[in-house]
């Protein structure tokens, strides 16, 4: 059996008297579609910050490829291949679409600032190569949301972290995100998708784990998920 690709081992984190993690363990297998969810404030949002180093833990480990980055800067992180993408784009609005994709490339050490021949192989992968002369103010909130995964693309990650890309979008749209991310796990990227629309978790993810106040609650197959009591319990209360 492969060793995982990511391993997180007793993770906790704490603001203040809060504890917004408390030992939680999640091994992600290299390859995998995985899937995180849970209920607002069950604590996606803290672990996936603590896994890519822009926020300290306060106890646990979290082990990249066999190394132990616990304590490793973001930035290093990030030429290790471990990248995310916001729910809320943010690029920079005074360059062009190919522009925006020229600074994590050159960060991650792929490209030279104005070598634009992988950004454009970039967009044309991610469906944004018509658009790519355009400012981003220019963009639907589609085209948006493809750009912010065609930023983190260019940081060439073995691992994506995809943070709610599908928020707000129209079912169409939502199956247009999901054909992209399935595209990007054929060409061996492993995936972690944090998202609420739960339809595009259960077709996406080949295995799910939940979070609830801080813990892990459930892991299993999307089909073992909606089965399982607990899951109902932190969605639907008592």
Not at 45 to 74: K, W
Not at 104 to 133: S, V
Not at 137 to 155: D, F, W
Request: a neutral charge; charged letters at 20%.
């Amino acid at each position: 059996m492969a060793a995982p690709l990511l391993e997180i081992t007793a993770l906790t984190k704490r603001f203040g008297g809060f504890m917004a993690l408390n030992g939680v363990s999640i091994a992600v297998k290299p390859g995998e579609r995985f899937g995180l969810i849970g209920p607002n404030g069950s604590g996606k949002t803290t672990l996936i910050n603590c896994v890519s180093g822009s926020l300290p833990t306060d106890g646990g480990r979290i082990v990249f490829e066999g190394q132990d980055i616990t304590s490793m800067p973001a930035h290093r992180r990030t030429r290790l291949g471990i990248v995310r993408s916001f729910q809320i784009p943010k690029p920079f609005t005074s360059m062009t679409v190919l522009e925006n994709l020229g600074i994590p490339l050159e960060n991650a050490g792929h490209a030279r600032a104005g070598d634009g021949a992988q950004a454009m192989e970039i967009l044309t992968t991610i469906g944004l190569a018509a658009k790519a002369h355009l400012r981003p103010a220019g963009l639907t909130q589609i085209e948006m949301r493809k750009l912010e995964l065609a930023r983190a693309m260019a940081a060439r990650p073995k691992l994506l972290i995809s943070d709610e890309a599908m928020a707000g979008l129209s079912h169409a749209e939502v199956d247009d995100i999901l054909a992209i991310l399935f595209g990007l796990n054929a060409r061996g990227i492993t995936i972690i998708m944090i998202e609420h629309i739960m339809r595009a978790v259960m077709r996406f993810s080949e295995r799910i784990v939940v979070l609830d106040a801080g813990e892990r609650i459930a892991e299993g197959t999307p089909d073992e998920i909606v089965r399982n009591p607990a899951v109902e319990k932190a969605y639907l209360g008592e």
